[in-house]
Every structure is written in C-alpha cells, then in structure tokens.
Nanobody
Framework: QVQLVESGGGLVQAGGSLRLSCAASGRAFSAYEIAWFRQDPGKEREFVAH????????YYAGSVEGRFTISRDNAKNTVYLKMNSLKPEDTAVYYC???????????????????WGQGTQVSVSS
C-alpha cells in the first residue's frame, strides 16, 4: 500500500510559477514510477508528466513540455512538479499517481496506476 499526498497548489497569474509536491508513505517508494495527471470538471483526466523509479527518465505531455519539470527525491519519498509560464488552460486539479515497475510504458493510461492522491487545485488567472 502506498499513500500519496499532494500539496503546493494555489492561485497564480498567467506567466507565473508553482511547485507541486507529492509525498509518499507506505511501501518502498523507489519501487514505483510516478506520474502527474490533471482534471478539469467535466473533462477526462489528462496525463501531464511521468518519471522513472530512479528519476533518470522523464516524459511529458506535449502541452506542458518545456514549461513543466518533474523530479523526485527518493530519500524524501517525494516527487515534484515545477510549473513555469503557467497559462489559464493549465487550471485543473492535479493528481499524482504511482505505478509498479515494469507494468508497461503507456504512461498516460490511468489504468496502469494503482495509487492516487487526493489532488491539489491549481488556478491560473489571465
């Protein structure tokens, strides 16, 4: 069992920055790959970014590549999402999710992830 808790959301103006954190507890954190997703009311949950167990490999949705950076600190059991140059269309609830190693490489597939956090709201004003 892995428990995930997101934090760091808030209200920011367009062009601003935020850093989200995903703190994990429970089973060996380094045994899981972690991803960030986001969801607006009435829309499907959307993949944002993924990071490998070691942090050596990352993958981004095209809509955020070059603006967002995912990283992890396994000693602190925490994954981060640094978001720069935020746009109003980035407004959503952001979730982190954990996927066991070697389950597959379709990182945007929500069905591959066993554990989810409760989400943190990010609102970007124009």
């Amino acid at each position: 069992q892995v428990q995930l808790v997101e934090s760091g959301g808030g209200l920011v103006q367009a062009g601003g920055s935020l850093r989200l954190s995903c703190a994990a507890s429970g089973r060996a954190f380094s045994a899981y790959e972690i991803a960030w997703f986001r969801q607006d009311p009435g829309k499907e949950r959307e993949f944002v970014a993924h990071i490998s167990w070691s942090g050596g490999s990352t993958y981004y949705a095209g809509s955020v590549e070059g603006r967002f950076t995912i990283s992890r600190d396994n000693a602190k059991n925490t994954v981060y999402l640094k978001m720069n140059s935020l746009k109003p269309e980035d407004t959503a609830v952001y979730y982190c999710a954990a996927k066991p190693l070697f389950r597959g490489s379709d990182y945007s597939n929500t069905a591959l992830y066993d554990y989810w956090g409760q989400g943190t709201q990010v609102s970007v004003s124009s």
